[in-house]
């Protein structure tokens, strides 16, 4: 395969990070842009292994402000992309089954509230109404937004690099990128599986391996894979078409209508960072038993599908957007299990911070790199 | 209760909840409203064939660009598996693809190897593997290999025939003899080459494996005696090299024309050898033009703004398509927009594909699982053995205006 030898921007990872900033600066009128994504397929890594869950519901101000703006990207998305994304509107129903964490959600809705997101406090009998068939005798409190909901994240990723490829942009699969070059502080240029490009701006967006593209440049990133798993389930008649997007907060277990199944997945707290994305069966049979202690019909179902992928985690869950040490690379990384349906606006963010020196449709100051170094961490609660 | 899911671990959905009217004896997928519709890639990512892979994987993602991404409004995804161009590596990547019951049916291998170790394991899960890219003719012999398998490619023995009636239609050739090796590639292509030669008219009074060394000089030297106007070459680089600087080093082959097969067709053979022969060299290998062809070379520049490096890329394009037209004729939708997708089914729909306009020629698929029309091959005549790189490939010599349509 020919590459250029130069190219005025380089991404590298074609995820759905890698695929929105390549089309929002190709959009601002830069198409000497270059995405590399070392997989035959664009959007395999953990974009394509995703749940596909979009939410407003978050506990900290930055993260719903992303979903502000993210999520109405994915609701224009035929329209401004031309790619239809099945935006599903079923909401998310956070079930809380101890003190702690109803605390704590009582003020991450107030302060949805106060940002407009009108989320829906329900009682512990509120939430067993809206879910006859689950067992939640334990369960304190829950809350509901409608406009939380699921999208189809290979439709993204396609859709972006397609429309930038239209525009003139280029994003090339099979290319791995093995090093970065940096002189004097400075970006010069990648090493590739297929030769060198000189360029003075590379952005890492290689999602759970960006640490390893952060090292290239010389810059550690707190970024790290951690496996996480799901599995689908042959059909269910009984669960309703409106079957909302559930999370039993208390175990980071969750459900969602698959088809005419449900797609089940649980965070196991004790999964080793890593690069394994085989799925853990002795993890996947606990997993297997909180899902039917809490939904007794799935004792009908049978297995239809199972894969892991892996989580890109900083610590404190939340992303890491912006600049770094060395000029010229920045970093779009670490969305801590939530990135895909932050990836729209992430990525138009990127190509503001890139081509104005900082971003103008939100200020995502907070979210530099810096802030690991300063100890301005960020504390998030919502994350599963 | 713990029994019970494990039991359905192992059996995966034979714990299923009975289905409404799957009535297909292979099976049914069932893809819902808003789920999307899952295809395999069983494509040989790591190992000798990664770049061809990726190639191949390329043209796919433009044939699924080429219908916004959706077919029967679901949205489109594929999941990729590694078959590492190794036998035992494409059987266990069949056997996690017929784990995941929701992927209709499978393109892919680009080795024959990965293809002759996937075919058994997909067929006990009754899924269809359509391939872009296996030549091996075997693959489609259901003796050995269960169906359903199909291919969108020409397999390897057409060339041969193409070359014999070359050979006689365009060079006049009365007389082959032929140097072939142990290959089975380089055997079938020997026996089909000498049997449509014969057929045409021809004679073919000398054939030999290729022995390096001394016994060469022997072989040409009977070689001579026959008289042939052509020498067929079904070998590899290094062998075909080796024999046709010798023979040239004698008089009386200088004027002899020589013909190779597509594992000559590289810009590393004509560089090796010392000279050009002047009866002509002259190569069989795949070719893609015509106007689809064109348009599909536009949307790749657009895309990857580059070129593609082999016809493979045009393969990979008609099998996705096929496949998804196969699939559309298949699928039984009902008003909820579930679409009930039989395997037998796609095996018959795909099978009954007649003349459909793919960029590599006409296709339509014969029950033994074979698509292509053969009209993607051509002779390359290679004059200038000093080509640079970037001249490469050499444009098609005959037959004039192969034509993809
Ligand atoms: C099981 C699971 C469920 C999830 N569920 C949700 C959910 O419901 N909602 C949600 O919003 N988020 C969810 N997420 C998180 C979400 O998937 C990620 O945050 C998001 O997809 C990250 O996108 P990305 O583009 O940064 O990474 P990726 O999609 O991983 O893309 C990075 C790409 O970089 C490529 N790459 C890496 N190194 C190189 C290199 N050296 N050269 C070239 N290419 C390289 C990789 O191959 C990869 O394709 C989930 C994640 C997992 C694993």
Redesign the interface.
């Known amino acids: 395969?020919?590459l250029?030898q130069t190219a005025e921007i380089i991404i590298i990872g074609g995820g759905v990070m890698g695929a929105s900033t390549l089309y929002h600066l190709a959009a601002r009128g830069h198409t000497n842009v270059l995405l590399l994504e070392q997989?035959?397929?664009?959007g395999?890594g953990a974009t394509?292994r995703c749940a596909g869950g979009v939410r407003y519901q978050f506990g900290t101000e930055i993260n719903i402000r992303l979903s502000q703006a993210s999520l109405p990207m994915l609701e224009r998305f035929a329209e401004e992309i031309?790619?239809?994304?099945?935006y599903?509107k079923i909401g998310y129903l956070f079930v809380l089954t101890n003190e702690a964490d109803v605390a704590t959600f009582r003020r991450n809705v107030a302060l949805q509230h106060r940002l407009g997101v009108a989320t829906v406090w329900l009682s512990g009998d509120e939430v067993r109404d809206r879910l006859p068939l689950m067992r939640l005798e334990g369960a304190l409190a829950g809350t509901f937004y409608g406009e939380d909901g699921?999208v189809?994240p290979?439709?993204v990723v396609?859709?972006y690099i397609?429309a930038a490829?239209?525009l003139g942009a280029?994003?090339?699969?099979?290319v791995a990128v093995t090093g970065i070059g940096v002189a004097n502080g400075r970006i010069t240029h990648i090493t590739t599986s297929h030769g060198q490009i000189a360029t003075p701006i590379v952005i890492n967006t290689a999602g759970p391996w960006a640490a390893q593209v952060g090292a290239m440049a010389g810059v550690s990133l707190p970024i790290v894979p951690l496996r996480r798993q799901m599995f689908?389930t042959?059909?269910?008649?009984q669960i309703p078409p409106d079957f909302p997007f559930v999370i039993d907060f208390g175990q980071s277990l969750y459900f969602h209508r698959?088809?005419?199944g449900l797609l089940i997945g649980m965070s196991n707290p004790h999964e080793q960072p890593g690069f394994d994305q085989r799925v853990d069966?002795a993890w996947?049979?606990v997993n297997?038993?909180a899902a039917?202690a809490r939904l007794p019909l799935l004792?009908?179902?049978?297995?239809?599908?199972r894969w892991a992928g892996l989580y890109e985690v900083t610590p404190d869950a939340h992303p890491i957007l912006g600049p770094t040490a060395v000029s010229g690379f920045y970093v779009c990384g670490g969305f801590s299990g939530h990135g895909f349906m932050h990836g729209p606006i992430a990525g138009k963010l990127m190509s503001e911070i890139v081509l104005d020196g900082q971003a103008r449709t939100l200020d995502v100051r907070s979210l530099e790199l810096r802030r690991f170094a300063e100890g301005q961490l960020i504390h998030e609660y919502n994350v599963v | 209760?713990?029994r019970?899911?494990?039991l359905?671990?192992l059996?995966?959905?034979?714990?299923?909840?009975p289905?409404m009217s799957c009535t297909d004896p292979l099976g049914c997928v069932?893809?819902?409203a808003?789920?999307?519709l899952l295809l395999g890639?069983l494509?040989d990512?790591s190992g000798p064939a990664?770049?061809l892979?990726?190639?191949?994987?390329?043209g796919m993602?433009l044939a699924?660009?080429q219908r916004?991404?959706?077919l029967l409004e679901h949205?489109?995804?594929?999941q990729?598996f590694d078959a590492r161009c190794e036998r035992a590596a494409g059987e266990a990547a069949a056997r996690e693809i017929a784990r995941?019951?929701?992927i209709v049916a499978v393109l892919g291998t680009v080795c024959g190897e990965s293809a002759s170790g996937a075919l058994l394991p997909l067929a006990e899960a009754g899924m269809l593997l359509l391939s872009p890219a296996n030549s091996a003719p075997q693959l489609t012999n259901t003796a050995v290999f269960p169906p359903p398998y199909f291919r969108a490619i020409p397999h390897s023995l057409r060339q041969a025939e193409l070359m014999a009636r070359f050979a006689t239609e365009m060079l006049q050739a009365e007389t082959a003899v032929i140097f072939y090796n142990e290959t089975p590639y380089s055997e079938g292509l020997r026996q089909t080459f000498a049997s449509t030669f014969t057929q045409l008219g021809g004679s073919v009074p000398f054939q030999t494996r290729f022995s390096p060394g001394s016994s060469l000089d022997v072989m040409l030297q009977v070689v001579i005696l026959n008289e042939p106007d052509v020498i067929y070459l079904p070998l590899y680089e290094i062998e075909a090299t080796t024999l046709i600087n010798t023979a040239l080093s004698l008089p009386r082959l200088q004027e002899i024309a020589f013909l190779g097969t597509d594992s000559l067709l590289l810009p590393s053979f004509t560089a090796g050898l010392g000279a050009a022969p002047e009866g002509g060299l002259y190569v069989s290998g795949y070719a893609v033009s015509g106007q689809g062809y064109s348009q599909f070379l536009a949307a790749w520049q657009?895309?990857?703004?580059?070129a593609p490096?082999t016809p493979y890329a045009a393969f990979a394009y008609d099998a996705t398509d096929l496949l998804l037209n196969a699939i559309a004729a298949a699928a039984q939708r009902d008003s909820s927009g579930?679409l009930l997708i039989g395997r037998a089914a796609l095996r018959q729909a795909l099978a009954e594909t007649r003349d459909w306009p793919g960029l590599s020629g006409s296709l339509t698929c014969a029950p033994s699982g074979e698509c292509a029309s053969g009209s993607a091959l051509a002779v390359f005549r290679l004059t200038d053995i000093d080509q640079p790189a970037s001249a490469w490939p050499p444009l098609p010599y005959w037959p004039q205006g192969v034509d993809g349509g």
Request: proline share 6%; charged share 20%.
């Open positions: 395969m020919e250029p997989e035959p397929f664009f395999t394509g031309g790619q239809e994304v099945d599903r699921l189809d290979n439709s396609m859709g397609q490829q239209r280029r994003a090339v699969t099979g689908t042959t059909p269910l008649p698959e088809g005419a069966e996947e049979l297997l038993e039917v004792e009908q179902a049978g297995l239809a599908a | 209760m713990r019970f899911l494990i359905c671990l059996a995966l959905s034979t714990c299923a909840a289905e069932f893809v819902r808003n789920q999307p890639a494509l990512v990664a770049a892979s990726n190639e191949v994987a390329q993602t699924l660009a916004d991404n959706r949205p489109l995804r594929v990729l995941t019951e929701q657009q895309a990857y703004a580059t490096e579930t």
